[in-house]
């Protein structure tokens, strides 16, 4: 985790689909000054929550995480939330994780002070077991999830974000205004999991994105092209850190329309439109 008086945060984001329901499950450690809180936030295709607990309740050994009695890690998922007006319970079982060739941030994970760091644990695994959010139950069989995380002291000013998973593999795209050493610049990290091939693109091998203001984004490297588009959705609020504090307020697609398409050498090796799109969209014109 990252430490310092400025503010800092480390979290998970765990996605959850199949044909027919979206749960994403975010656990999270928080600290501003000497104030430390966690939090769990919970999204759908229907609404969002969000629940506090005392910075004590939160446990971290490797690849593990606890809160209260919520379990977080590679083999699954387990929550107990009782909160007023929520109750949340059930398991997940994950199996045959698949973890990228080396970290997504490449050389860039060395480089101190960086605001935001970004993880990738696992771009497909299948899902199984039921959760209950109210009395209504989100179940998976042989379902698709995806894994990933961010630490650091704030997420970006701007950016975009997306994730979707295929019959033939899964994506995940991010261009980001970066600050650095008093300057800013646009990052771009991207991987096409397609037939267990991957495809990666990002700024330190030479990508370059545009981003237009009605939600489509386009990732050029070498001969390769990413591109995805929303076509429709309107985003649950989540919380998000600034300073290490979670003040701001984001908008989250978790089940929404989009079209990708990747092409590589002239060739298009892959576009759909899809329904079941995640996309995060901050980005000002």
Not at 54 to 74: E, L
Not at 80 to 92: F, N, Q, R, S, T
Not at 187 to 210: C, H, N
Request: charged share 25%; with cysteine; net charge positive.
């Amino acid at each position: 985790m990252v430490s310092g008086k400025r503010g800092w945060f480390y979290g998970w984001y765990f996605k959850c689909q199949s044909d027919t329901q979206t749960l994403a499950v975010i656990p999270a450690v928080h600290q501003t000054g000497k104030r430390r809180s966690c939090s769990i936030q919970v999204i759908t295709e229907k609404q969002s929550w969000t629940v506090t607990m005392p910075g004590k309740a939160f446990r971290r050994r490797g690849r593990m995480i606890s809160i209260g009695k919520n379990r977080f890690g590679g083999k699954g998922i387990r929550l107990a939330v009782h909160a007023p007006g929520l109750e949340i319970k059930g398991k997940l079982r994950f199996a045959d994780l698949h973890p990228l060739k080396y970290n997504i941030m490449g050389p860039f994970s060395l480089v101190p002070l960086l605001e935001c760091r970004h993880s990738i644990w696992s771009m497909r695994h299948r899902v199984n077991g039921t959760v209950s959010i109210n009395g209504e139950a989100y179940l998976f069989d042989n379902g698709d999830g995806y894994w990933e995380g961010d630490r650091g002291r704030s997420f970006p000013e701007e950016y975009v974000w997306t994730q979707c998973s295929f019959p033939r593999g899964s994506l995940m795209l991010s261009v980001a205004r970066i600050p650095m050493a008093g300057f800013h610049f646009q990052g771009v990290i991207g991987v096409v999991l397609l037939d267990s091939m991957e495809y990666r693109l990002a700024t330190y091998l030479g990508a370059k994105a545009a981003v237009s203001g009605n939600g489509l984004v386009r990732a050029v490297q070498g001969s390769m092209e990413l591109e995805a588009e929303l076509l429709d959705g309107t985003g649950k609020p989540l919380r998000a850190p600034a300073r290490g504090d979670m003040v701001r307020t984001i908008r989250e697609n978790a089940a929404c329309r989009a079209r990708y398409r990747f092409r590589q050498n002239g060739r298009t090796l892959l576009a759909f439109d899809t329904d079941r799109a995640s996309f995060e969209y901050e980005y000002r014109e």
